[in-house]
Nanobody
């Protein structure tokens, strides 16, 4: 059974950095892409960054500050977050999309203090 586990969240001051990691246990076949989403209190879950066939895309709000990367061999995906802002505060979720289904992690809390 595939499980995604995020790590690296925490409390950081505005302007600081965090690196999120997502590790997938089990075998995953037919991967189309990997991504990071976030959900702030009272808001809908939104796409932060995604990587598909080596191409990346980012939400406008994080462009130039966040970088997504992946390790295909190890089914790992990372999100480097720099110049964090209080509005980046949210639960961050890892997602892996395959030709069969999507897998989601349970989320990791990121809190940015002003």
């Amino acid at each position: 059974q595939v499980q995604l586990v995020e790590s690296g969240g925490g409390l950081v001051q505005a302007g600081g950095s965090l690196r999120l990691s997502c590790a997938a246990s089990g075998s995953i076949f037919g991967i189309n892409g990997m991504g990071w989403y976030r959900q702030a209190p009272g808001k809908q879950r939104e796409l932060v960054a995604a990587i598909t066939s080596g191409k990346t895309n980012y939400a406008d709000s994080v462009k130039g500050r966040f970088t997504i990367s992946r390790d295909n061999a190890k089914n790992l995906v990372y999100l480097q977050m720099n110049s964090l802002k209080p509005e980046d505060t949210a639960v961050y979720y890892c997602e892996i999309a395959t030709i069969f289904r999507e897998y989601w992690g349970q989320g990791t809390q990121v809190t940015v203090s002003s």
